[in-house]
């Protein structure tokens, strides 16, 4: 069974910046696409950030320009670097595998969750 460990979130003040870091184990990482979702209280699990084993990448329009996933293969390690944070920010964070859905032409959440790490944006 694949496993995620997230860790790197805590509170920041808004500007601020964070790096998430999300070990995966169970499976052969390097083989997959991995991503990272958020979550907030009263809302709808949203996609943040994807990546292909091939690495192309794609952001969700509210965090482009802000965000940047990478991956370590070698470390079984994805990653999301966050600057310029709001507080519309605030959010548990999950990284998960992500398969590309030919009828939405997007990469969705595929198989399990981890725990996730939680981020507060505030002042």
């Known amino acids: 069974q694949v496993q995620f460990v997230e860790s790197g979130g805590g509170l920041v003040e808004p500007g601020g910046s964070l790096r998430l870091s999300c070990v995966v184990s169970?499976?052969?990482?390097?083989?997959?696409?991995w991503g990272w979702y958020r979550q907030s209280p009263g809302k709808q699990r949203e996609e943040v950030a994807s990546?292909?084993?091939?690495?192309?990448?794609n952001y969700a329009s509210g965090v482009t320009g802000r965000f940047t996933i990478s991956r370590d293969d070698a470390q079984n390690t994805v990653y999301l670097q966050m600057n310029r944070l709001k507080p519309e920010d605030t959010a548990r964070y999950y990284c998960t595998r992500v398969m590309y859905r030919r009828n939405t032409d997007n990469y969705e959440h595929v198989g399990s969750w981890g725990q996730g790490t939680q981020v507060t944006v505030s002042e």
């Open positions: 990546m292909t084993r091939v690495g192309s990448i």
């Open positions: 169970g499976t052969t990482f390097s083989d997959y696409n």
